[in-house]
């Protein structure tokens, strides 16, 4: 693989607004347990393995279940997850895809049962974040800790 540049060092400036981000972030009302659920299947969607591989880690490190992991990418298909985490999966899947429908009515209604309007627009950021550090990770081809 060849060495790309860094854009964390290469771009100092952008590097502390993505941070402005995670500080922001970790000021919301959204659960520990549901930014790692955003950040590892968003970072599934978009197939990058060194943010997978980091909050993989972080969500165990927070008490979720491997089995809750492994089977993350068919969250529909599974008992395993409540009516409220698989609103928030849908939020997170939609953003990360908003090439195909965008966010839609349906999605955000039923995410509108779980959640109030504000936990709303901190999900979406936090998919919009997880996003953005995908794109940065991935550009610049960080590697997988061995």
């Known amino acids: ?10 771009q100092p400036q952008a590097t502390k607004a993505m941070y402005g981000l995670e500080s922001y972030l970790a000021t919301t009302q959204v659960s ?7 950040k590892i299947r968003v970072s599934q969607i978009n197939g ?3 943010c997978i591989d980091m909050h993989t880690k972080d969500a165990l490190k927070n ?5 809750r992991i492994f089977l993350l990418n068919a ?9 409220e985490e698989k609103a928030l999966l849908a939020v997170a899947e ?13 999605t955000y209604a039923n995410a509108k049962q779980y959640f109030n309007e504000d936990y709303i627009a901190q999900v979406i950021m936090a998919a919009v974040t997880i996003n953005a ?14």
């Open 133 to 146: 550090w995908n794109r940065i990770a991935i550009s610049s081809q960080f590697p997988v800790a061995q």
């Open 75 to 83: 969250w529909r298909e599974t008992k395993l997850f409540t009516a």
């Open 32 to 38: 520990k347990s549901h930014k790692e659920l955003i």
């Open 1 to 10: 693989m060849e060495t790309r540049v860094n854009i964390l060092e290469a």
């Open 63 to 67: 008490g979720e279940t491997p089995q």
């Open 48 to 50: 990058c393995a060194y």
């Open 94 to 106: 939609e953003v990360t895809l908003i090439h195909q429908h965008g966010l839609t009515d349906a």
